[in-house]
């Protein structure tokens, strides 16, 4: 039972194109984390992530934006590393749909007009990883090997 649940969260089936999606949608998601959790590349930081959260009704604004915030930046630093990638990708994907469902979708699909095309393209690059695994040069398959 052990050893299942260690290679169902380590296992890998993807190749070279799952560290080519795994690099730059983590170092996105990492930098949107770090927006929200520490004010850092012009973001508002955590108090105002939360305030403008509770605004678009998402409450309480404060656990929001923790737990948005922290799905992406430390979901990100997990994806780049190759590490727990498919616990992170999935929780990136759900952070995602409701990015797309209650912020993007009433704006339609072009981020031009604050749509959703960019979301969408994150949720489908961290499903695929959900579904495949880190891939190659990933502590996962390393940990992988070891059981």
Known sequence: MKTQLVKSLFDTAGGYGALALRIPV??????????KLFGWFGGHG?????QWME????APGLLMALLAGGAEFF?????????L???????SAFTMLVAIFSVHISHGLF?????Y?????????TVALTLQGAGRFSLDGLVAKRF
């Open 85 to 91: 990638t498919r616990p992170a990708a999935l929780v």
């Open 111 to 115: 981020i031009a007009n604050g749509g």
């Open 117 to 125: 095309e960019f979301a969408l393209a994150l949720l489908a690059a």
């Open 46 to 50: 955590l108090a105002g992530t939360a």
């Open 55 to 58: 605004s678009i009704g998402l």
């Open 75 to 83: 979901g990100g630093l997990a994806l780049m590393l190759g590490l």
């Open 26 to 35: 983590g170092l996105i998601l990492a930098a949107h984390g770090a927006q």
